[in-house]
């Protein structure tokens, strides 16, 4: 019910831009969140957008440098990924949480939908 897409391979300062489709389910109002897991490392938080759609929320690796957006018509949302680093080099997940329900935004459980993942790979 969620399909990532847009991962590759891309020199270090470069940009990508992930896509997560919805399909089968409403997910406008659930947060919608973008996770990655690199090789040997936890799932980490990337950013989420909030249930209602008005605030959201970056990890501090990322902050300035990911944008999370959302298209309701499409049932969409993005990660534009901007200077890109070899350290961000992971498998990005999507995910949507709970209905109305934005606590624990940052950890995995509080989701209950992920898409199968798309991988970026930074060169240096």
């Known amino acids: 019910q969620l399909q990532a897409s847009g991962g590759g391979l891309v020199q270090a300062g470069g940009s990508l831009r992930l896509s997560c489709a919805a399909s089968g389910r409403t997910f406008s109002n659930r947060v919608m969140g973008w996770f990655r897991q690199a090789p040997g490392k936890e799932r980490e938080f990337v950013a989420a957008?909030?249930?209602?759609?008005?605030?959201?929320y970056y990890a501090d690796s990322v902050k300035g440098r990911f944008t999370i957006s959302r298209d309701n018509a499409k049932n969409t949302v993005y990660l534009q990924m901007n200077s890109l680093k070899p350290e961000d080099t992971a498998v990005y997940y999507c995910?949507?949480?709970?209905?109305?329900?934005?606590?624990?935004?940052?950890?995995?459980?509080?989701?209950?939908?992920w898409g199968q993942g798309t991988l970026v790979t930074v060169s240096s």
């Open positions: 957008f909030s249930w209602s759609g008005r605030s959201t």
């Open positions: 995910a949507a949480g709970r209905p109305y329900y934005n606590s624990d935004y940052a950890l995995p459980p509080a989701y209950d939908y």
